[in-house]
């Protein structure tokens, strides 16, 4: 089965460079989340959107910004990297019309800021 | 914050059943009980969710307590690669429309040993 797609796996910029992260969610999932996980801490959620629309918006600092293009894939960009920006970024889809509403994440990016 | 309130570790012997408990004693009505789990660095990974009424499926049973307090997720027959970080979470049941995130709290960190 299909899943959550997110590239690149792995990205290395340095400090105050910009970053785009994407994912592709699995086919009818209508909202994608973002979630970011630093170095031992467990995953804080950072934005979602639903049908395109922003829906909640978490812990997700000013410079970054996010959206779903009309395909429902998704992109973070984040610019002026900071050194604490370097986490596993983990993009997750849903479809509001599944029996469980469960979140299908996928492998996640790795950002490491030099 | 998270809802919930798990041990931080735990330990299992391969082939046995592990009993992970939580802790929800703010939990509203309207709330269901999630457990998702993290194997090293992977994306989160949907279990179980549940009401009331005690559920099972082809990973795991998960037991509520009458007053919906508390939890136990039930692996029967722990293998090595069930070794994660496993997370209860408690959020609404969403049917249609814009759906919230999960909020990761400190989960319980299994090991399961030969």
């Known amino acids: 089965a299909a899943g959550v797609i997110q590239s690149p796996r792995h990205l290395i910029k340095e400090k105050r460079e910009t970053a785009t992260l994407k994912c592709y969610p699995i086919?009818?999932?209508?909202?994608v989340y973002w979630y970011q996980q630093g170095p031992g801490q467990d995953p804080q959620f950072l934005i979602s959107?639903?049908?395109?629309?922003?829906?909640d918006k978490g812990s997700i600092p000013d410079r970054f910004s996010a959206q779903q293009f009309s395909d429902y894939h998704s992109e973070l960009n984040m610019s002026s990297l900071e050194l604490g920006d370097s986490a596993l970024y983990f993009c997750?889809?849903?479809?509001?019309?599944?029996?469980?509403?469960?979140?299908?994440f996928g492998p996640g990016t790795r950002l490491t800021v030099l | 914050d998270a809802k919930t309130t798990q041990p931080p570790s735990m330990d299992c012997a391969e082939g046995r059943a592990a009993n992970l408990p939580c802790n929800h004693s703010?939990?509203?009505?309207?709330?269901?009980v999630y457990w998702y789990r993290q194997i090293h660095s992977q994306g989160p990974q949907y279990i179980i969710h549940g009401l009331k009424n005690n559920e099972t499926n082809e990973m795991a049973s998960l037991i509520i307590t009458e007053d919906r307090k508390s939890s136990t997720l039930i692996l029967p027959h722990a293998t090595l690669r069930d070794t994660a970080v496993y997370y209860c979470?408690?959020?609404?049941?969403?049917?249609?429309?814009?759906?919230?995130?999960?909020?990761f709290g400190k989960g319980t960190k299994l090991s399961v040993k030969p």
């Open positions: 997750a889809s849903s479809s509001n019309w599944a029996g469980t509403n469960e979140q299908f």
């Open positions: 086919p009818r999932h209508d909202t």
């Open positions: 979470i408690v959020r609404p049941f969403v049917y249609g429309g814009s759906q919230g995130n999960l909020i």
């Open positions: 959107f639903y049908e395109k629309m922003q829906s």
């Open positions: 703010t939990i509203s009505g309207n709330e269901y």
